[in-house]
């Protein structure tokens, strides 16, 4: 089992930043990636980044150049760094860990709230 625990979500204006963290803990030795998603309301659940164990990061088109996934490995923790934030980028964040084939396992985190406005 891995246990992941999100934090950092909360209240910003348009243009400005926050930072997500996500630390796992358990059967660390399962994970392949860890990655952000978020759901808006009404809508489903879009990837946002990802970034492997050997550190390849992959994002949305819609948050290219503003967000910024890393991590640290000796703390098992993955942040996601937010700037020039939008209304539109407004949902609640949920830290992923996808684990390699032979476990077969994802887990989700307990998610965050993101919320943008004036």
């Known amino acids: 089992q891995v246990q992941l625990v999100e934090s950092g979500g909360g209240w910003v204006q348009p243009g400005g930043s926050l930072r997500l963290s996500c630390a796992a803990s358990g059967s660390i030795f399962s994970i392949n990636a860890m990655g952000w998603y978020r759901q808006a309301p009404g809508k489903q659940r879009d990837l946002v980044a990802t970034i492997t164990i050997r550190g390849s990061t992959n994002y949305a088109d819609s948050v290219k150049g503003r967000f910024t996934i890393s991590r640290d490995s000796a703390k098992n923790t993955v942040y996601l760094q937010m700037n020039s934030l939008k209304p539109e980028d407004t949902a609640v964040y949920y830290c992923?860990?996808?684990?390699?084939?032979?476990?077969?396992?994802?887990?989700w985190g307990q998610g965050t709230q993101v919320t943008v406005s004036s």
């Open positions: 992923n860990a996808d684990t390699f084939p032979r476990y077969g396992r994802i887990y």
